[in-house]
Nanobody, 118 residues
Framework: QVQLVESGGDSVQPGGSLTLSCTVSGLTFSGYSMRWYRQAPGKERELVAT????????NYADSVKGRFTISRDNAKNTGYLQMNSLKSEDTAVYYC???????????WGQGTQVTVTS
């Protein structure tokens, strides 16, 4: 059974930092690219960052470039999203996604709430 468990969501002030974690079980973690998505109330789900299975390539949405860093530790079956200089517009539920690229098979976590407010 595949499980993706996100953690690290919290309420922070603008300018603050958070690190989200996604711990995975039930599959060979390094064989999957990983993505973080977010969804704010009333908005569509947005792709935030992507990292390949061996972490040789990362990509970011323009809205988070330079502030967020995606990474992974394949030995720990865990992926991360380091978020710095948080803004109110970063408020959303953040979801971890794994994709087996040859078949585009997706797995999703349950989401973790990030709230940026003064």
């Amino acid at each position: 059974q595949v499980q993706l468990v996100e953690s690290g969501g919290d309420s922070v002030q603008p300018g603050g930092s958070l690190t989200l974690s996604c711990t995975v079980s039930g599959l060979t973690f390094s064989g999957y690219s990983m993505r973080w998505y977010r969804q704010a109330p009333g908005k569509e789900r947005e792709l935030v960052a992507t990292i390949t299975g061996t972490a040789y390539r990362t990509n970011y949405a323009d809205s988070v470039k330079g502030r967020f860093t995606i990474s992974r530790d394949n030995a720990k079956n865990t992926g991360y999203l380091q978020m710095n200089s948080l803004k109110s517009e970063d408020t959303a539920v953040y979801y971890c996604n794994l994709r087996f690229d040859p078949t585009r098979r997706d797995y999703w976590g349950q989401g973790t709430q990030v709230t940026v407010t003064s």
